[in-house]
């Protein structure tokens, strides 16, 4: 999955005026494939939440087990993708989104087989559950490779003043994928292969998606500084190889490379707000299935509890595309104002959702919800991104993938097994966590007009 050797050529051009300079753009069909592989897993991802809650009631495990079995993978996620972030600014954002995309299509495939074999009797269901999550690793320890590389590529080509909105277009394509996801995974519960459908359906899919990256994204050398096209040999007939190359830092003040850890004085405030906010979103993903499936009588009958559950993801799916496609890109919402506002909005969806008992009412809290997080996580990745200079991307889409499954490691599980005990616990601790954002972040994210001002 690596890149190829460096070229023994460069022809660099003259070097760009430095004043009035910006960076590049990136062109619609690149930013259409890096769409397509935050899409892709996003909607596999979702489409497996959806049915997971009727998969576990099928093999007759207890909804935290179902929770727990994501735990290892989010560990290993919070691990591994500061270690492909950085490998990614040695070998290229090419080659790791191809390294994400196939640990995402063998875990799929995995964890799909697995749950298969449990269903139809050849494996208990502990043993199926243990295989399903040692499978799942393979897409924390694999798949987290893709996630900082686009964030990466796509922050280090986007001017400041326009980065919130950059990278909110690419978040909203987990946005999109959780509107998919949920509205194909009925459709993919096949006769063959019953509930494990989607699982399959989106390995095939990630594997197209893989082969587009391959051949339609050209490849990138960020550790070289000269631009140009490169040849494999002088004056060779055949087709050269075109590499894309990291714009110089032509509006930010240089800075002593070292390597950025989670407390940085720079990233601490937006670390912070990440972890607390990204605790309370896993904790209401964690619980929705099963509170669709308890509120509405659905426990005997786990195959007619995909629907709906997948109804409730969608409505929540669509509120984030109508924040990261609409709201933020037309108010013009900087990282502060998004982060806040955000959480502002996700407390008031968490606080309805802890009483809703009806499948409107429930989809509409859950909707409001999530309108906030999806204002909320692009505030945050962008404060991130904008905190440091452009040749920190690497490591800062590092930290941020990193912070957000840390999200994902105990806090599904802890809000399944409060809301199993008490409505009141699991939604209780939620809402405390979106204010403990908003007290927190208030006096310490710094400004947008700061964080946005171009710098020369």
Request: aromatic residues 8%.
């Amino acid at each position: 999955m690596a890149d190829s050797d460096p070229p023994p050529i460069i022809a660099p051009p003259p070097p760009p005026p430095r004043s009035g300079a910006r960076p590049r753009t990136i062109s619609r069909e690149r930013m259409a494939l890096l769409f397509t592989v935050m899409l892709v897993t996003a909607a596999g991802n979702t489409a497996m939440q959806s049915v997971m809650p009727s998969i576990g009631t099928a093999l007759d495990v207890d909804d935290v087990w179902i929770s727990l079995a994501y735990s290892w993978s989010a560990l290993l996620w919070v691990v591994c993708a500061p270690m492909w972030a950085e490998r990614s600014d040695q070998r290229g954002r090419k080659a790791m989104m191809a390294v994400g995309l196939s640990g995402f299509i063998v875990s799929m495939s995995l964890c799909g087989l697995a749950l298969w074999l449990g269903l139809g009797g050849v494996l208990p269901a502990f043993w199926a559950l243990i295989a399903f999550a040692a499978a799942r690793s393979l897409y924390g320890g694999f798949g987290s490779a893709a996630p900082p590389a686009v964030q990466a590529y796509v922050a280090a080509r986007t001017p400041r003043s326009e980065r919130t909105e950059a990278l909110s277009l690419i978040a909203s394509s987990f946005g999109l994928g959780t509107v998919i996801g949920p509205a194909l995974a009925p459709l993919m519960v096949l006769p063959l292969v019953g509930l494990t459908g989607p699982f399959i359906c989106f390995a095939l899919v990630g594997a197209i998606a893989l082969t587009a990256l391959r051949l339609r994204l050209p490849n990138d050398v960020p550790q070289f500084e000269g631009r140009g096209a490169a040849y494999d040999a002088p004056y060779a007939s055949t087709s050269t190889t075109e590499y894309e190359l990291e714009d110089e830092d032509d509006d930010e003040e240089p800075v002593e490379p070292h390597k950025l850890r989670w407390m940085e004085p720079r990233l601490r405030p937006w670390v912070t707000v990440g972890l607390l906010g990204g605790h309370a979103q896993a904790m209401v993903l964690g619980i929705a299935g099963f509170l669709v499936l308890d509120r509405l009588g659905l426990r005997d009958d786990p195959t007619q509890g995909t629907g709906p559950v997948g109804l409730v993801l969608m409505c929540g799916a669509i509120a984030t595309l109508l924040a990261q496609w609409g709201l933020i890109p037309r108010l013009h919402l900087g990282p502060r104002a998004a982060t806040l506002s955000g959480i502002a909005v996700a407390g008031c969806g968490v606080a309805m959702l802890g009483i809703a008992d009806q499948i409107h009412t429930i989809a509409l809290a859950f909707a409001i919800a999530s309108l906030g997080f999806g204002l909320f996580r692009p505030g945050m990745t962008s404060g991130t991104s904008l905190a440091v200079t452009r040749a920190e991307q690497g490591q800062a889409s590092g930290i941020t993938a990193s912070v957000a499954g840390a999200s994902y490691i105990y806090a599904p599980a802890l809000g399944v097994w409060l809301y199993n005990h008490s409505d009141w616990l699991g939604f209780g601790l939620i809402f405390a966590l979106c204010a403990g954002v908003f007290a927190y972040g208030w006096p310490n994210l710094q400004r947008d007009s700061e964080l946005t001002r171009t710098r020369r």
